[in-house]
């Protein structure tokens, strides 16, 4: 891994270009980066690279039971990554991408890449955040998580970040504060109906306007098939 560097400040122009092109060339050498979204700030790992998952959950202290989700710079992206994708996921993930909400998906069985131990599902997200959106069309898509140590708060500024990933992030990207948002809602698209695996900034009454099926979290499973899908924690906080 390359040396930690300082943060770039993308709230200057001339460093927002340096900050992308060395963003790129980290998670070309599959190191990692920290960068701003739409809730908090994340750390990112190339998502086709087993040597950078395996980066990601080591510096955030998860294990592979807890696998990222996957962000996306554009929404065409989601059928070069999932499978069998209903059009009711869709049309939610037309309706509210890009914004937080992730969607529980079955993975492209073809392609050559290890999140963890994902039961063959892939949770997406496109962020409503214009600089993450753009590192993400020159990256490719990302393994992000909540940029802090499991169990502890999620980094809402570039130094909450620092301080609790330090030298195994090579590249950290400042973009002001964070945190004015709720975390990501997590709806299992894997499921008939819909279900809502964790709530967040849509809410349930938003969902059902667009799907009127979907499952609220607390509403009773009517599969009860705890094996159904990747557990909703690897989201956490984004």
């Known amino acids: 891994m390359t040396n930690v560097t300082h943060p770039f400040d993308a709230q200057d122009p ?11 060339k980290a998670i070309g050498q599959k190191d990692l980066i920290v960068l701003p ?3 908090v700030y994340g750390v990112g790992a190339d998502a086709f690279s087993p040597q950078g998952v395996a980066v990601l959950l080591a510096a955030k202290g998860r294990s592979r039971q807890s696998p990222p989700p996957v962000l996306i710079g554009d929404m065409q992206v989601l059928d070069a ?4 994708v209903p059009d009711t996921a869709r049309q939610l993930a037309q309706r509210f ?29 496109q962020p409503d955040d214009e600089l993450a959106r753009h590192i993400l069309r020159e990256t490719g898509p990302l393994a992000v998580s909540s940029a802090n140590r499991h169990g502890q708060p999620a980094a809402t500024t570039i130094e909450d970040a620092q301080r609790a990933l330090g030298e195994s992030v090579a590249v950290y990207i400042n973009d002001g504060l964070r945190g004015h948002q709720q975390a990501s809602t997590i709806v299992d698209c894997t499921a008939t109906p819909h279900r809502v695996l964790r ?13 009127p099926e979907v499952l609220d979290i607390n509403d009773p499973d009517p599969t009860d098939d705890e094996d159904s899908t990747a557990s909703s924690e690897g989201t956490a906080s984004l």
């Open 14 to 24: 001339q460093q927002r270009t340096a900050a992308i092109a060395a963003a790129v």
């Open 97 to 125: 991408w890009p914004g937080a909400l992730t969607l529980v998906c079955h993975a492209q069985p073809s392609l050559s890449w290890d999140l963890g131990e994902t039961r063959g599902t892939v949770a997406l997200r």
């Open 81 to 84: 990554l999932a499978v069998e």
């Open 199 to 211: 709530s967040g900034a849509i809410t349930i009454q938003d969902l059902r306007g667009i799907v």
């Open 37 to 39: 979204t739409d809730t």
